[in-house]
């Protein structure tokens, strides 16, 4: 036996609101109170409500999601990020489709390229891969915020951190506590590798502004940005003959890798070797030695991003690009004898 | 100026394939080898085709989006769970939508009960708060294959490690390497929290099993699983007058935390105390000690629940529900002397 079909009407009437709050809640598409949005909520929960989302498409060309893509969920930095952005989009009613690129320059460009534009009414996304050439050939006209930094100066908006002033900073600390032996964990040889190509310049200019020299010896490449990476990093600059007394890790995974190895044979920090990492993950607060560390704001990053994809869904695509700088810091703990 | 559409037929040709083929990618029903996936998948991005969702909802119901939802994304666990769920449905052609649910007992009601059933056509959900009446009132028929402990007998797949068994097996480990004064941190109130419950239940087990007294001061009460909950745990433990030898720990976020707290007051692990935890992140083993643990098979998790899904989503939810067990192991690492 089928039940007669229950509608936008039969929520509002027992919500206690009018069909169009109803409708903005189950379309996401305005800001409604949590409290007017938890009593329609519960209306449609005791109802057993079914939006029809097919209908909605084709009468609006809306579906209320937007995609995050990212390269890796396991990524301490990328998850924290993405409970951010979810929490921030849920505030607008917007449902997030998390999107894991692996770092693949090929699943990136069918991120960027809108594989999914059918799904989704806009993308907050953090290419890895990607070259500038790659964003400027988008076709995709839905609407796209990027986070990192700035890769090309077409009509995306972006948030970012000032990767190469925050690097700088971290260098010249370690640097403030005496080190002369200065090493970079983090270099990658991929031109697409925004971010270690920002963090490497960082670096070196906090080289040159105290004046030690630049020792290409003391850079160590690496293939990822994962644990492993780190402590096999370490060992080679252990190994070389000449050891470092301070080493700057482009993440704190990276650092926390480095700390394993040093540790492992024997080696103090900060005692013989300073260390300091990049993202202020969870992790690095509750290392022994706790890991100092670039803090960018995440909460920032986050709610920056929902905010300006949600005002260019709005706006359309034709307004100018925004870049949206936001702020971090230097957290100094033990690891480098904070 | 308007392009004619790109039909099905036009990416058939380019790609060398019949139009069924490339329905078969764009809807992601059917196993399609990688090769002939990724073929399709270059005709799509070069001739940047389309798929017309809302027609295809119309007429098929479907929409080739599973979700799934978890307690929190930076849960590592949950994180790297989630990793391999993608991963493992992206072989199907099938898109994951990620919720989190905050371990809310009402934001995991709206997903038992289907609040995005018009979006998606199955369901894999990690409960944390739900009751097993919860779920036994569930209305909604889109398929469903649930994570972690049985919480009921009802029509839902399930996909298990036996925690009891593994709780069970890290405690005794403990107790093996002489340990008399093993202490567990992880219980909770609620009466909802099963895996509490049955991690206890474990614990307990192996206490009796050879013959230590259960003693209630040594057994740590936690509002949630994450490395500070750990660290005022085990703060609490060394300040009771009668520290422990030995720590069972029902995460490794909650060792982790605990193992800072007993570097920091100068405590050796394990010459002191000997900790173990639960779930085996990546985390832990870079850790200095690194951290004894239980380590589920978590790919065969991520696997069997898609899996299990798909052939839900197959068949319709008439078939009888089923348990899945996967296998764990105990990884002996520094924490306890390994």
Redesign the interface.
């Known amino acids: 036996m089928e039940k007669p079909r229950v509608g936008l009407k039969d929520v509002a009437r027992l919500a206690g609101v009018s069909v169009k709050t109803v409708s903005n809640v189950v379309n996401g598409y305005v800001h409604v109170t949590s409290a007017t949005r938890s009593r329609v ?1 519960a209306a ?2 005791e109802l ?1 409500y ?5 209908a909605r ?2 009468r609006q060309g809306r ?1 209320g ?1 937007i995609a995050l893509a990212v390269p ?3 990524i ?1 930095y990328f ?2 990020l ?2 951010l952005v ?2 921030a989009a849920e505030e607008r009613g917007l ?4 999107d ?1 690129t692996g770092a693949s320059r090929e699943r990136e ?2 991120v960027a ?7 989704i009414d806009g993308l907050i996304f953090s290419p890895l891969a990607l070259t500038p050439e790659d964003l400027a050939a988008r ?2 006209d839905t609407p796209m915020v990027l986070l990192g930094e700035r890769v090309y100066d077409g009509p995306a908006d972006h948030v970012v951190v000032d990767n190469v002033a925050a690097a700088k900073e971290a260098t010249l600390h370690l640097a403030a506590t005496g080190r002369r032996r200065i090493a970079a964990i983090g270099a990658q040889d991929d031109v697409a590798a925004e971010t270690s190509r920002l963090r490497l310049a960082g670096y070196f200019e906090a080289l040159a502004e105290v004046g030690l020299p630049a020792d290409d010896r003391l850079v160590q490449h690496v293939d990822t940005y ?2 492993a990476d780190g ?1 096999r990093a370490m060992a080679r600059l252990l190994d070389c003959g000449q050891a470092p007394d301070a080493v700057f890790c482009f993440n704190d995974l990276l650092a ?2 480095a ?2 190895t040093l ?2 044979r024997g080696h103090d920090v900060p005692g013989d070797v300073a260390l300091a990492g990049f993202d202020d993950i ?2 690095g ?4 030695p706790t890991l100092t560390t670039i803090s960018p704001d995440k909460q920032a990053i986050a709610r920056q991003a929902v905010d300006q994809l949600a005002a260019r869904m709005a706006k359309g695509s034709q307004a100018e690009a925004r870049e949206i700088r936001v702020p971090y810091e230097l957290m100094i703990r033990e690891s480098t004898g904070g």
């Open positions: 909520e449609i929960k057993n079914r939006p029809n989302l097919s498409n084709l579906t999601i890796e969920l396991d301490p998850a924290e993405a409970r979810v929490s449902t997030v489709l998390i894991q460009q069918l390229e809108g594989f999914r534009a059918h799904l076709m995709d994962h644990r402590a926390l890798g700390l394993r540790l492992e969870e992790d607060r509750y290392a022994t």
